[in-house]
């Protein structure tokens, strides 16, 4: 049960990962938008997480719910609920000033509650937590995002030349990790995912997930990165949006699709 009960947590990282902004810096006006993304594994429903708010030249809003689907919520029944809104810096990029989530499986309900001050963040977690000797502060990683302000940030590269060649530092209140992304052409020799089926021209990015602290030691030191593949389809306005995501696992690729 304990490894189903990670492989969830694994999905809900990939908060970060599957959403659909659509808004580019040139936009002044408030732009919305929803999407909805099937995670399987080995051909089997495993989750689903939809993904929706609102960007525009000010600020931002953003919901995500990942929700398990298939022998996952046989086992876990699980629910991650996760809310961000922000401001967009001078410089074009996002900032945070509020991420809300909460967490609930059948062994377990927990909320985090993040509040920002310019790039300095206060984390709060109910119920409270009993410290453990490999918790990280939030004092210790200043200019981080939430995954969900992350999720926006990674479909809003400033220059579509970016769009695989980007580190994204990520603290989810409790652990801190980055999602690097590479052009296509860094990635290893090794087995594939399929590749995705999509009426429309798409860009192939090496992404990936790295562990930099907050984590129990042996999931540490066990394995310390977590390699992916990601397409994205570029609209218009340099609007780019997640088609696939793919990432090996012990029981095969676990993919994630956007749904038409």
């Known amino acids: 049960m304990k490894s189903f009960t990670r492989l969830f947590q694994g999905f809900c990282m990939t908060l970060i990962l599957c959403g659909h902004a659509s808004a580019s810096e040139k936009f002044d006006e408030k732009n919305h938008f929803f999407t909805t993304y099937d995670?399987?594994?080995g051909g089997f429903s495993i989750a689903e997480i939809t993904f929706g708010g609102s960007v525009s030249a000010l600020g931002y809003t953003a919901r995500s719910v990942v929700e398990t689907r298939g022998i996952l919520d046989l086992l876990i029944n699980g629910?991650?609920?996760a809310f961000a809104e922000g401001y967009r810096h001078t410089r074009g990029y996002l900032a945070p000033?509020?991420?809300k989530t909460a967490y609930t499986t059948r062994s377990e309900d927990r909320g985090v509650n993040i509040s920002y001050n310019s790039e300095v963040a206060t984390v709060s977690i109910t119920p409270p937590e009993e410290k453990k000797s490999y918790d990280t502060k939030a004092s210790e990683h200043p200019g981080t995002l939430?995954?969900?302000?992350?999720?926006v940030t990674i479909m809003n590269p400033r220059n579509h030349a970016d769009l695989?060649?980007?580190t994204i530092p990520v603290f989810d209140g409790k652990r801190r990790y980055d999602i690097i992304l590479f052009p296509h052409d860094k990635r290893p020799e090794g087995e594939t995912p399929p590749l995705p089926e999509?009426?429309?021209?798409?860009?192939?990015c090496f992404g990936v997930y790295e562990r930099i602290a907050g984590f129990e030691g042996?999931?540490?030191?066990?394995?310390?990165?977590?390699?992916?593949?990601?397409?994205?389809?570029?609209?218009?306005?340099?609007?780019?949006?997640?088609?696939?995501?793919?990432?090996k696992t012990k029981l095969g690729f676990a993919i994630g699709t956007l749904r038409p």
């Open 146 to 151: 939430d995954p969900v302000t992350a999720a």
């Open 218 to 247: 042996n999931l540490q030191n066990e394995q310390r990165y977590f390699p992916f593949d990601i397409w994205f389809e570029r609209g218009e306005d340099d609007i780019h949006r997640i088609v696939s995501v793919a990432g």
């Open 79 to 81: 629910e991650v609920d």
């Open 164 to 166: 695989c060649n980007r």
């Open 39 to 41: 995670f399987y594994i």
């Open 97 to 99: 000033d509020t991420y």
């Open 198 to 204: 999509w009426n429309a021209p798409t860009t192939w």
